[in-house]
């Protein structure tokens, strides 16, 4: 696939839909536990989880993880969008919130 349809923020917001929905799937959480060893990412229950994982990166770290195997369990590394493109913001500047 061309690097710039590939990395194009377009098809990072469709991975990004994907991945969301994967990670909605009791399945392929298993399947992603399972083979990684890592618990899957659940969204804070409350205000002192999310400053948690604000302070640790901890949520931002499980999205990654998630993200990189879904990409490698679905598309291949070679056909998936660039994980910089996916979770850069729209300035090109780090996230602001924990994920």
């Not at 377009?10 to 298993?30: D, I, K, T, Y």
């Not at 879904?70 to 998936?80: D, H, I, K």
Request: aromatic content about 8%; some cysteine; glycine content about 10%.
């Amino acid at each position: 696939m061309d690097d710039t349809i590939r990395n194009s923020t377009v098809n990072a917001g469709l991975f990004l839909s994907a991945m969301l929905h994967g990670l909605s799937r009791p399945e392929c959480r298993a399947a992603f536990e399972a083979e990684t060893g890592e618990r899957a990412y659940d969204p804070p229950r409350g205000g002192l989880e999310e400053m948690i994982d604000l302070q640790t990166g901890a949520g931002k770290a499980r999205v990654e993880a998630f993200a990189r195997w879904f990409a490698r369990a679905q598309w291949g590394e070679e056909e998936a969008p660039d994980m910089e493109v996916l979770f850069r913001r729209p300035d090109g500047r780090e996230p602001a919130s924990g994920v």
